[in-house]
C-alpha cells in the first residue's frame, strides 16, 4: 500500500516554462512533507519542504504548495532550467512517529529541453 | 566537510556471501538511516538509529542487520545475500529525529548474482 503517490513517472518542459509536479497521500497522520532532487549516481539532495500548518512555501525559483483537505502537494518550478532536469522525489513523515522516519514516493523524471 | 560517506560505490556478489556496507557523517548528526532504492519504488526504509546507542526497523528488514557504532558511523549488514538484495543502497542523517531534513550519501549499487 503506496502511501506516497507520484502518478506520472516523467515530464518534459521547454526551458523557460513553469514545471509542475505532483505528489498525493493517503495517511492522514502526515504532517512534514520534502522534495528531493536526485542526479544519477549521486544521493537525493533535499530541496524544499512544507509543514502542514502551511499551505504554500517559497525558496527562490521552487514553490511547494500543500492542500490537506485533498492530501496532495505539488511542486512548481518557474522558470525551469535544463539544469533542473533530475528525478524528484516527494517524501512525507509524522510528527507522531518516533524516529523521523520518511516515506517516500515512487519519483518522476523530469526533462527540461533548450 | 565532507558530510555523508558511504563506501564501497559498487560491489558485486554471489548468492550466499555476506558484506558489510558502511556509512559515516561529519556533521555531528544524531540520527542515521539506511534505505534501498529500487526501479518504480523510490526509496524504502531498511532500519534507522534516531540516536547512538539505538537502532530499529524500518518498512524493509528482513536480510539485514545494522550497527551503530559510534555517533558517526553506522553500517549494514548482508549475512547471506540474495538476488532480491540487488539494489542501490542509501544512508542518510538528520540532526536529530524530531529533524525532518535528512542528507544522504552518493549510494552503494549492489548486485547480487
Known amino acids: 500500500d503506496q502511501q506516497v503517490k507520484q502518478n506520472s513517472p516523467s515530464l518534459s518542459v521547454q526551458e523557460g516554462r513553469i514545471s509542475i509536479l505532483n505528489c498525493d497521500y493517503t495517511n492522514s497522520m502526515f504532517d512534514y512533507f520534502l522534495w528531493y532532487k536526485k542526479y544519477p549516481a549521486e544521493g537525493p539532495t533535499f530541496l524544499i519542504s512544507?509543514?502542514?500548518?502551511?499551505d504554500k512555501n517559497e525558496d527562490g525559483r521552487f514553490t511547494v504548495f500543500l492542500n490537506k483537505s485533498a492530501k496532495h502537494l505539488s511542486l512548481h518550478i518557474v522558470p525551469s532550467q535544463p539544469g533542473d532536469s533530475a528525478v524528484y522525489f516527494c517524501?512525507?513523515?509524522?510528527?507522531?512517529?518516533?524516529?523521523?522516519?520518511?516515506?517516500f514516493g515512487a519519483g518522476t523524471i523530469l526533462r527540461v529541453k533548450s | 566537510n565532507a558530510g555523508v560517506t558511504q563506501t564501497p560505490k559498487f560491489q558485486v556478489l554471489k548468492t550466499g556471501q555476506s558484506m558489510t556496507l558502511q556509512c559515516a557523517q561529519d556533521m555531528n548528526h544524531n540520527s542515521m538511516y539506511w534505505y534501498r532504492q529500487d526501479p518504480g519504488m523510490g526509496l524504502r526504509l531498511i532500519y534507522y538509529s534516531a540516536s547512538e546507542g539505538t537502532t530499529d526497523k524500518g518498512e524493509v528488514p528482513n536480510g539485514y542487520n545494522v550497527s551503530r557504532l559510534n555517533k558517526r558511523e553506522f553500517s549494514l549488514r548482508l549475512e547471506s545475500a540474495a538476488p532480491s538484495q540487488t539494489s542501490v543502497y542509501f544512508c542518510?542523517?538528520?540532526?536529530?529525529?524530531?529533524?525532518?531534513?535528512?542528507?544522504f550519501g552518493p549510494g552503494t549499487r549492489l548486485t547480487v548474482l
Open positions: 517524501a512525507a513523515s509524522s510528527s507522531m512517529e518516533y524516529g523521523n522516519k520518511l516515506v
Open positions: 542518510a542523517s538528520s540532526r536529530t529525529s524530531t529533524y525532518n531534513e535528512q542528507f
Open positions: 512544507i509543514s502542514s500548518i502551511k
